[in-house]
């Protein structure tokens, strides 16, 4: 199993899931013509792409989607609420390809699929979206949770990151940086609240509640530019983890460019 962030924020989000010849996308926050020109910049074609699992309708998650899926003809898979949201509001854009032309393939939040030999479990998160989910992604040897777009780590949430090789996991913003700097005081309290974004602190203690002693890889994401860095979000998690004995963890920090690579076949190297 290959996994490569396409690109990590508030400016677009996707995952590429490869497993053998096909590949999977987890959202789809990039025009076309971005995601596009970032698979073949990792070396992955479009036509490749067997599904792109949707965890929420935003924008920087899902604003590719339908043209994309249009394009390649790929479906679109994600809860029934979440897909209509979706073709909904890309059906609102004049000139865009009509969403009726693209499949959709319902998974409720909670269920489980088989896509492009990889199996999907889908899990619920806490967000201010219709029908909010995670993902955990799976081959005979390998799992891989994403978490991104949560104000909580409720318990569908750490019991997916427990099962998971790799994780996932947004790391948005610290906490003090938000309530010092520029936002409105109106965004300050959603992204502070139970259904806004998880900071370096709650994703650190999901963590430390679900990482052991065995080999895991972690992927800081959806870092804000204007509340975060990388730097301070890998010190205060990796410090965090440390000072509870899980300091063999290897902590990534997904960027807003393509970046990082996981891959199964060499990861044992990277320990």
């Not at 396409?6 to 076309?32: R, Y």
Request: with cysteine.
């Amino acid at each position: 199993m290959r996994v490569i962030s396409l690109g990590s924020g508030s400016s677009g989000n996707a995952i590429a899931i490869q497993s053998g010849q096909s590949t999977v996308l987890v959202d789809a926050g990039f025009s076309p013509r971005i995601l596009a020109s970032r698979l073949h910049q990792v070396g992955l074609a479009p036509s490749s792409v067997q599904a792109i699992l949707l965890t929420h309708e935003h924008s920087d998650h899902a604003g590719g989607a339908v043209a994309f899926a249009s394009n390649f003809a790929i479906p679109l898979v994600s809860d029934p609420r979440t897909l209509k949201a979706v073709c909904t509001q890309s059906s609102a854009y004049p000139g865009k390809q009509p969403s009726s032309a693209v499949e959709r393939v319902e998974l409720a939040v909670g269920g489980v699929a088989h896509l492009a030999g990889l199996g999907v479990r889908s899990f619920p998160t806490s967000h201010d979206a219709v029908a909010p989910c995670g993902f955990l992604i799976y081959s005979s040897a390998w799992q891989v949770c994403i978490v991104t777009d949560t104000g909580e780590a409720q318990q569908p949430v750490i019991e997916a990151m427990r099962e998971a090789h790799l994780v996932i996991i947004e790391a948005n913003h610290d906490r003090d940086r938000l309530l010092s700097g520029p936002y409105p005081l109106h965004l300050k309290r959603r992204i502070l609240s139970s259904t806004g974004h998880l900071s370096n602190q709650q994703a650190s203690e999901a963590l430390a509640s679900t990482l052991d002693d065995g080999p895991r890889w972690v992927w800081l994401a959806h870092l804000s530019r204007t509340n975060n860095t990388p730097d301070l979000a890998r010190v205060q998690v990796r410090d965090y983890l440390r000072q509870r004995g899980l300091g063999h963890t290897r902590i990534e920090v997904a960027p807003p460019a393509v970046g990082p690579e996981w891959d199964s076949s060499t990861l044992w190297s990277q320990r």
